[in-house]
């Protein structure tokens, strides 16, 4: 018995390893692409990049502590999608709404550092690029999730179908 709760734990903490190893190969890759983006997208001088670039990489490692929180979330709800509860959804939602509030926190204090360390104009450029760069992760995260009260079959069907969403009459 001992050696069968053993191998069950053993495969659980291995899955989750290999499940922690891949979500770092996807952040790193996308990270490498958003940097790719970034870089095209403001086409710094080089004194401007020189003053970017440190301060994005404190950003970057904040922004990365939030999207842990959320990883957690998405967790936390496939592990109770198929028998949320009431009390389970308000405090999915809840945390939802507290790690959209401090990422606009965190957008605000880093758009006055950047204004201050380079323009505001240039602050606002790069929090639009940010902006569209978050909505399209944000989407596809979106289009992954099923949708609460829906079944995984429901949930496939309407991924064959492309919509993602329910759609009701």
């Known amino acids: 018995m001992k050696i069968i709760i053993f191998s069950l734990l053993a495969l659980i903490y291995t899955t989750s390893l290999a499940q922690d190893k891949y979500l770092e190969?996807?952040?790193?890759d996308l990270k490498t692409q958003k940097v790719a983006l970034i870089t095209e997208a403001m086409d710094f001088t080089d004194d401007q990049a020189g003053i970017f670039w440190p301060i994005y990489r404190e950003y970057d490692f904040e922004l990365t502590?939030?999207?842990?929180r959320k990883i957690n979330l998405i967790k936390d709800y496939a592990a109770n999608f198929e028998n949320m509860t009431d009390e389970k959804a308000?405090?999915?939602?809840?945390t939802a709404f507290n790690i959209d509030s401090d990422l606009l926190e965190l957008k605000k204090q880093y758009f006055k550092e950047f204004s201050k360390?380079?323009?505001p104009t240039t602050a606002a450029r790069y929090m639009q690029v940010e902006n569209q760069i978050q909505l399209l992760l944000n989407l596809k995260i979106a289009s992954e999730l099923p949708l609460i009260g829906d079944t995984l079959e429901?949930?496939?069907t309407e991924e064959e179908q492309g919509t993602g969403?329910?759609?009701q009459n």
């Open 90 to 94: 308000k405090e999915l939602i809840e």
């Open 154 to 156: 429901e949930q496939d």
């Open 117 to 119: 360390a380079l323009s």
């Open 65 to 68: 502590k939030l999207g842990d």
């Open 25 to 28: 190969l996807v952040r790193s």
């Open 165 to 167: 969403i329910k759609m």
